[in-house]
């Protein structure tokens, strides 16, 4: 017999308690966003090659190792996406959103893919939430990406475990002035570089500034910093930024090593990091990049800020801290049925305790009673009605308190009102989707004399 396939290494499946952080985590970034004023965007797994090349550049980690790259029948270059931005700003360009008011809020919450070495929290398919605002440059914007990104973490009750750290990278001459500075400071002392920093060195100097050498770190303390080559505008441009944050009650610490791993960052950059001081520390970061739109060959700059968190770190965090969470997929009801006459009784009341918020499963197929209480004990069902023979000639129930271990006999009428009366209402589901949704009657043309 063949082997039975298994999940394709480095991925991973949600289900059970997992999955339920994984909701909460998506609730919280969905509710801060929303009240942000900010709308949600979906964007294809699938890009071309030529897009992502473009935006990460081609010396980037990303685009020189970590691409999941695919060739259609048409022999046309694409990859799964690496990451959400690159796509949003495409999507921007390609739908005219300049045509609208600007600018343009969106937030995504998206798998992604990545070839990278396996880590704590980081999967080969990983999810990122983050948001984009398009079509307007002026810091207190990034002040206030940030400052969402914060009430984000707060709500996941993170408030007080994680540190904003901040940094700009000016505009790119200024930056190309301070990378010419920085390679030439390295490129004299290259024989204290290991083989991966030598590397940056030639292909991404800027990378240096992140490295792991502790050599490295220590020639960091004296070696150039970006603001010494930022002009008038941009340390005005900064000094708002902080200004803002201030403002905001954001408390930061300012970091000159800090580097995003992309080439069409400017200005602001900044990251939320854990404070363990582990390789791998950071929640999520973001910045501005303004010209991106130009890399990807519009032909005009495009302000935009924006941050991603990594969902599968968000989650992590939150269950360390001991965090539990309402379990609103649990088994309020369970009913167990005993004969034909007793599942015509349970199936209508069991549509009927759905309708009242409770949630509930019908035990079918014809087990034993005690199959079915072994069923009932494993899925944690709060209570279980049970109903045989004897139970439905005489229009009742045997209720059995699964917390308890107490049972009474109930009348069927009075048994959901009895039950819903013992579970704590922020455990029942009231959601109704047809409150979502509004029916708008047509507009029917005036006819005969009052017609325009």
């Given at each position: ?159 007080g475990k994680y540190t904003v750290k901040l940094n700009t990278l000016g505009i790119p001459k200024e930056r190309e002035k301070y990378i010419l500075e920085l390679q030439s400071f390295f490129e004299a002392r290259r024989h204290l570089l290991d083989e991966v920093d030598q590397a ?180 944690k069902a709060r209570f279980v009605a049970i109903v045989g023979i004897m139970e439905a000639k005489k229009g009742v129930c045997q209720l059995k308190d699964m917390l308890h271990g107490t049972q009474v006999e109930v009348k069927i009428q009075d048994l959901l009102d009895r039950v ?33």
């Amino acid at each position: 017999m063949a082997e039975f396939p298994q999940r394709v290494r480095w991925m991973q499946d949600f289900f059970g308690e997992y999955q339920r952080y994984f909701n909460f985590v998506k609730k919280v970034v969905r509710h801060e966003f929303r009240k942000s004023g900010f709308t949600r965007i979906s964007t294809p797994v699938v890009e071309t090659k030529e897009l992502i090349v473009r935006s990460a550049g081609i010396g980037s980690d990303v685009v020189s190792k970590e691409m999941y790259e695919l060739t259609d029948k048409k022999g046309r270059e694409l990859v799964l996406k690496p990451e959400s931005t690159p796509g949003v700003l495409r999507a921007y360009i390609e739908n005219n959103l300049q045509e609208e008011p600007q600018p343009v809020y969106w937030y995504y919450m998206e798998p992604h893919f990545r070839y990278d070495r396996p880590q704590k929290g980081r999967y080969r398919q990983f999810h990122q939430m983050g948001g984009e605002i398009i079509g307007e440059v002026d810091p207190i914007l990034d002040a206030n990406m940030i400052y969402v990104g914060c009430s984000i973490l707060d709500g996941l009750g993170l408030k007080g475990k994680y540190t904003v750290k901040l940094n700009t990278l000016g505009i790119p001459k200024e930056r190309e002035k301070y990378i010419l500075e920085l390679q030439s400071f390295f490129e004299a002392r290259r024989h204290l570089l290991d083989e991966v920093d030598q590397a940056r060195l030639s292909t991404n100097p800027l990378r240096l500034l992140d490295s792991k050498n502790e050599d490295v770190k220590e020639l960091l303390k004296v070696a150039p910093k970006m603001t010494d080559f930022l002009k008038k505008e941009s340390s005005e441009f900064y000094a708002k930024v902080k200004e803002y944050l201030d403002i905001l009650g954001v408390a930061y610490v300012e970091d000159h090593t800090l580097v995003r791993g992309l080439d069409y960052y400017s200005h602001t950059v900044w990251e939320w990091v854990d404070g363990s001081g582990r390789t791998q520390d950071s929640f999520g970061g973001g910045g501005r990049y303004d010209g991106l739109a130009k890399v990807l060959g519009h032909k005009e700059e495009i302000p935009a800020v924006g941050f991603a968190f990594g969902a599968e770190r968000l989650i992590e965090a939150v269950m360390d801290t001991g965090v539990t969470l309402r379990n609103k997929d649990g088994i309020h009801l369970c009913f167990i049925q005993l004969g034909d006459e007793a599942k015509k009784i349970m199936l209508p009341l069991s549509i009927e305790a759905r309708n009242r918020w409770l949630n509930s499963l019908l035990s079918l197929g014809t087990p034993s009673l005690k199959i079915q209480m072994k069923k009932a004990n494993r899925l944690k069902a709060r209570f279980v009605a049970i109903v045989g023979i004897m139970e439905a000639k005489k229009g009742v129930c045997q209720l059995k308190d699964m917390l308890h271990g107490t049972q009474v006999e109930v009348k069927i009428q009075d048994l959901l009102d009895r039950v819903i009366a013992e579970i704590d209402p922020n455990e029942l589901d009231f959601y109704v989707p047809a409150k979502d949704w509004v029916i708008v009657e047509p507009i029917v043309e005036a006819e005969g004399e009052f017609a325009n």
